[in-house]
C-alpha cells in the first residue's frame, strides 16, 4: 500500500474528496431527476422512494439539485483558492523579498485596501462591473483571497528568509528567483495548503451569499449556497432543505482540509519515517 | 602578493526601531572601524563574547551584507557594496559555514543535492554524472558515506549536518572559506571531530580561512592570527601564539580568565598537531597563560611539548 493512504487525515480526506468528485461527475450524465424541473403539487416533500432526499419550495428534486451543485462547489472553490493562491503567494513573496522599502509597503497597503472592503461588498462591486455570472463570481472571490494569501506568504516568506540555508544559498550564487524557486516555495507550500483548505470553506460561502443575492450562480442552475438560503424561510416546516445542502458543503469543506493537513505532512520530509 | 582577504576600516551599524514618532532614529553600530589581512593560506581566528559583532563581520567578509562604510578586498578585488550580480562569479570562491547545522540546509532538499547546489551555478557545464561523482568524494572526504546522498538533513545528528554543510562549502573548490562558530552547538565529543577535519581540509585544499569563535581553545587549534573584538572595535590583533603567551589588552585577559580549565584530555583526538606557524614562540612560553590552559585545549597537547624542540 502507497503510504501515502496511510496517513489517517490524507486517506479519509480522500474517500470524501472522491465522494463529491464523483457527484460532480456523475452529475454531468445522470440525476434522479431533472433538477431544474418544478412541480408545485409535490413542493416540500420529505424524503421518499421516488425523491431521496425529498423536494424543495417549488417541488424540485433535492438530490439532483445536490448533485449537480457539487459541480458548482467544486469549481467556485478550486478556481477562487487558484487565483487566491497564485497572486497571493507571488504577491507575498515579492513584498517579503522587498521587506520595509516601498515595493513592499505599496503592495501590502494595496491588499489591505481590498482586504478592508467586506467580501462580499467588494464580490458585489465586481459584479456589477462585469455582470452577473458564476464566472465573474469566481474572479471576485478569488480577487478577495489573494490578501489572505499574500500576507500569510508574506510571513513565511521571511521567516524562509531569515534562515541560514537562504544565506548558504545566496553563497552559492543562486539568483533571487532561483532561491525564491527552489529553496523559499518548498518551503512555504505546507502552509499555503492549509490556508487554502481553510479559504475553500470560505469560498464556498462567498458563492452562497452572492447567489442568495442573485448575482452568483445564475437560477436555474442549482448552488448549495442558495439552496441553503432559500432554506431559511422552510426551516420550521421543511429542515432537510437546509440539512442535505449543509452536510454537502460540511463533507466538501471537511474533505478539503484534510486534504490539505495531509498533504502538508505528506510533502514534509521530516514526517516520512526516519 | 596581494592578501586573499583585506577588510579595510569596515564599518556596519543597523537602525533600531523608533522609540517615538518625533524621536530620532538610533542606530546600532555593530563593527566599528575593522581592518586586517588575511595572506594565502593563512588562518585568521575572530573572537570575542555574544554581541561583539563577529557575526555581523563573518557576513560583511562574504559579501552578504553590504558595509555601511569601508572596503572588503578579495584576491585585492573589491566585493563590497556590489550589487549582486557583480558578486556573482566569485561566490564559488569563497563560502562559508555557520553555526546552526540544523539551520543551514534546506530541510526540504536532499542533501546530495544541497551539496550538487553550488556545483550547478560555479560549474554549470558538469553533467549529472560528473556533478553526483564530485558529490560523492566530497562525502567521503567529511567522513560520510556517498549513498547518503538522497538523505533529507533531518535525518543526520547535528555533527554530521556540520560535515554536510562543509562538503557544500568545499565542493566548489573555494580559496576562502569562513567559519562563523563551526562547532559551538555541536556536542562537545564531536566538536572536535569537527576541528580535526577542518584541519586537514585547510592543508588539503591550501584554503585560506576566518573563524569566528567565542571559544578560544577553537581558534588557538585552528589560527595562525587572533584578532579580539569588543563591541564591534578589534580591541588586540596578534599571532596566536603571542596572544596566548601575553595578551595585551584588558578584554582578552578577560576572556582568557574566563576559559574553564577542564581536567587533562585523555582522549587526545589525532594526537598534536604542530601548527607551522607558531612553534618558534612556544619556546618561550613557560607559566605564561597559554601553558596554564593546556589542560582544554586537548587538542593542542603535543605541541608544548614538541614546540622547543622543534
Not at chain 1, 507571488?90 to 513592499?104: E, F, I, K, N, P
Not at chain 1, 445564475?218 to 452536510?247: E, F
Request: proline share 7%.
Amino acid at each position: 500500500m502507497n503510504p501515502a493512504w496511510r496517513h489517517p487525515s490524507f486517506g479519509v480526506g480522500a474517500v470524501l474528496m472522491a465522494l463529491v468528485v464523483g457527484a460532480a461527475l456523475l452529475s454531468l450524465v445522470w440525476t434522479p431527476h431533472d433538477p431544474t424541473v418544478m412541480r408545485i403539487m409535490a413542493r416540500l416533500r420529505p424524503p421518499s422512494a421516488e425523491h431521496w432526499l425529498g423536494t424543495d419550495q417549488f417541488g424540485r428534486d433535492i438530490a439532483s439539485m445536490v448533485l449537480v451543485g457539487a459541480r458548482n462547489a467544486l469549481l467556485v472553490g478550486l478556481v477562487a483558492v487558484g487565483i487566491g493562491l497564485v497572486f497571493g503567494v507571488a504577491l507575498g513573496m515579492l513584498a517579503a523579498l522587498y521587506r520595509g522599502r516601498l515595493l513592499d509597503e505599496a503592495v501590502m497597503r494595496g491588499l489591505d485596501f481590498v482586504f478592508a472592503f467586506p467580501a462580499v461588498l467588494t464580490a458585489i462591486l465586481i459584479l456589477t462591473w462585469f455582470g452577473p455570472g458564476l464566472v465573474n463570481a469566481v474572479i471576485a472571490i478569488g480577487i478577495f483571497n489573494i490578501p489572505v494569501f499574500a500576507r500569510q506568504a508574506r510571513g513565511a516568506t521571511l521567516q524562509v528568509l531569515a534562515q541560514d540555508y537562504i544565506r548558504a544559498a545566496r553563497l552559492a550564487g543562486l539568483s533571487r528567483m532561483a532561491v525564491m524557486l527552489r529553496h523559499i516555495l518548498p518551503n512555504i507550500t505546507g502552509l499555503m495548503i492549509v490556508q487554502g483548505s481553510t479559504q475553500f470553506a470560505f469560498a464556498i460561502l462567498a458563492e452562497a451569499s452572492l447567489s442568495y443575492l442573485g448575482i452568483g450562480t445564475q437560477p436555474p442552475n442549482p448552488s448549495w449556497g442558495r439552496m441553503l438560503n432559500d432554506a431559511q424561510t422552510y426551516l420550521g416546516t421543511a429542515p432537510h432543505l437546509a440539512i442535505v445542502p449543509g452536510i454537502a458543503i460540511a463533507i466538501t469543506v471537511l474533505a478539503f482540509n484534510l486534504l490539505g493537513d495531509g498533504l502538508r505532512d505528506l510533502l514534509d520530509p521530516r514526517m516520512k519515517e526516519r | 602578493m596581494t592578501p586573499v582577504l583585506e577588510a579595510v576600516h569596515l564599518h556596519q551599524a543597523y537602525p533600531l526601531p523608533r522609540q517615538g514618532l518625533f524621536e530620532r532614529r538610533k542606530r546600532i553600530h555593530a563593527v566599528r572601524d575593522v581592518s586586517f589581512r588575511v595572506e594565502e593560506g593563512q588562518t585568521l581566528g575572530i573572537v570575542g563574547e555574544s554581541g561583539s559583532g563577529k557575526s555581523t563581520l563573518a557576513r560583511l567578509l562574504v559579501a552578504l551584507e553590504k558595509p555601511r562604510s569601508g572596503e572588503v578586498l578579495f584576491r585585492g578585488e573589491q566585493i563590497s557594496g556590489l550589487p549582486e550580480r557583480s558578486i556573482r562569479p566569485v561566490r564559488p570562491l569563497m563560502q562559508m559555514i555557520f553555526q546552526d547545522p540544523f539551520g543551514s540546509l534546506d530541510p526540504r532538499m536532499r542533501i546530495g543535492e544541497s551539496i550538487a547546489e553550488p556545483l550547478g551555478v560555479a560549474e554549470p557545464w558538469l553533467d549529472a554524472g560528473e556533478r553526483a561523482g564530485r558529490v560523492a568524494a566530497m562525502l567521503e572526504r567529511v567522513g560520510l558515506q556517498p549513498d547518503m546522498v538522497a538523505r533529507y538533513p533531518h535525518q543526520f545528528s547535528g555533527g554530521q549536518r556540520q560535515r554536510i554543510a562543509i562538503a557544500r562549502a568545499l565542493i566548489t573548490r573555494p580559496a576562502l572559506l569562513v567559519a562563523d562558530e563551526p562547532v559551538s552547538a555541536l556536542d562537545v565529543s564531536v566538536q572536535a571531530q569537527i576541528l580535526n577535519l577542518l584541519f586537514d581540509l585547510k592543508l588539503e585544499f591550501g584554503l585560506s580561512m576566518v573563524v569566528i569563535s567565542h571559544d578560544l581553545a577553537v581558534i588557538r587549534y585552528l589560527c595562525d592570527m587572533v584578532i579580539v573584538m569588543e563591541g564591534g572595535r578589534v580591541v588586540e590583533q596578534a599571532t596566536t601564539a603571542r596572544l596566548f603567551a601575553a595578551p595585551q589588552a584588558e578584554y582578552t585577559r578577560a576572556l582568557m580568565a574566563a576559559m574553564p580549565l577542564l581536567p587533562d584530555a585523555e582522549g587526545d583526538p589525532a594526537g598534536a598537531r604542530p601548527n607551522p606557524g607558531e612553534q618558534e614562540q612556544n619556546a618561550s612560553v613557560g607559566g605564561s597563560p597559554a601553558q596554564l590552559r593546556e589542560p582544554d585545549i586537548a587538542l593542542n597537547a603535543g605541541r608544548g611539548r614538541a614546540g622547543p624542540d622543534g
